[in-house]
């Protein structure tokens, strides 16, 4: 079992059994934060959370992980979206391909 990194979106590749790990820049003090809009079938969410990064400075920069434990063969996405609970739209969004082998 392995981790497999990823901090930009695009395409990573795994095996079954692998965590992979995405880690996104975020500052919740102002509103926006990460969500994982959708998720594969062949993957399991086991983490999604937000952290500071620069302590608990009000307004320091955080960082929000996700990890996803790849479940079954083929080729699944991850669909994530920032934004403010209280706006209509995301203000980004990102997909991220795993080909989990």
Known sequence: MAEVHVTNGGRV???VGDTVVVRL???A???YVWSVA???SGLLLEED??????????????EHVIRVHAEQP???HIDLQLAR?????????RRITVDVT
């Open 13 to 15: 590749t795994s095996h």
């Open 25 to 27: 820049p975020e500052n």
């Open 29 to 31: 003090a102002t509103g």
């Open 38 to 40: 959708s998720l594969g």
């Open 49 to 62: 959370r937000g952290s500071p990064v620069g302590g608990l400075t009000r307004g320091a920069p955080g």
């Open 74 to 76: 083929g080729t699944w």
């Open 85 to 93: 609970g209280w706006e209509a739209a995301p203000a980004e969004e």
